[in-house]
T-cell receptor, first 110, second 109 residues
């Protein structure tokens, strides 16, 4: 076990709705990153938070937003869901070069 | 051109075979290099970091050629339990991990 937990594990939403995914990082890790993994693809970087500030962002639209809290846990929010947002969403925490992934949230948009 | 490109799969090999995966990356500023393993419907897990001097961990050997921007992974004496998707990953400046699409390995008895 990596010590990184995500919730929920599975989620079904309707197009146009909003969703919030949560991640509890490994103890002592102050950096959290979020990735989207579509079926048959590698994970794609969404953004990273370091000590509650966004520290890098991938090629995702503004309707993908996030937060990091003082305890270094994090949320990923997606507004106006589209069918193509269906994917496995992975959270990774790190303190240095190695990243530890949570088990992911599988989001299905119908 | 994708930032990280891997051999298209899948690789289907018998137990005991040696299999090699290749990967190229486009950004010469990349600083850290990894191979991750991902089992079906699970999260990626670090298999090994990759260093310019080459490194070995049991049956697994990874190599990096910075001049050619090329990374490889060699698996010797394949086991059924090696069946998974292998992801080539580079990191540029401590932020994003850039993943390849992954290469699927299936080891059969």
């Amino acid at each position: 076990e990596t010590g990184v937990t995500q919730s929920p594990t599975h989620l079904i939403k309707t197009r146009g709705q909003q969703v919030t995914l949560r991640c509890s990082s490994q103890s002592g890790h102050n950096t959290v990153s979020w990735y989207q993994q579509a079926l048959g693809q590698g994970p794609q970087f969404i953004f990273q938070y370091y000590r509650e500030e966004e520290n890098g962002r991938g090629n995702f639209p503004p309707r993908f937003s996030g937060l990091q809290f003082p305890n270094y846990s994090s949320e990923l929010n997606v507004n106006a869901l589209e069918l193509d947002d269906s994917a496995l969403y992975l959270c990774a925490s790190s303190s240095g070069t190695e990243a530890f992934f949570g088990q992911g949230t599988r989001l299905t948009v119908v | 051109r994708k930032e990280v490109e891997q051999d298209p799969g899948p690789f289907n090999v018998p137990e005991g075979a040696t299999v090699a995966f290749n990967c190229t990356y486009s950004n010469s500023a990349s600083q850290s290099f990894f191979w991750y393993r991902q089992d079906c419907r699970k999260e990626p897990k670090l298999l090994m970091s990759v260093y310019s001097s080459g490194n070995e961990d049991g049956r697994f050997t990874a190599q990096l050629n910075r001049a050619s921007q090329y990374i490889s992974l060699l698996i010797r004496d394949s086991k059924l339990s090696d069946s998974a998707t292998y992801l080539c990953v580079v990191n540029q400046a401590g932020t994003a991990l850039i993943f390849g699409k992954g290469t699927t390995l299936s080891v059969s008895s």
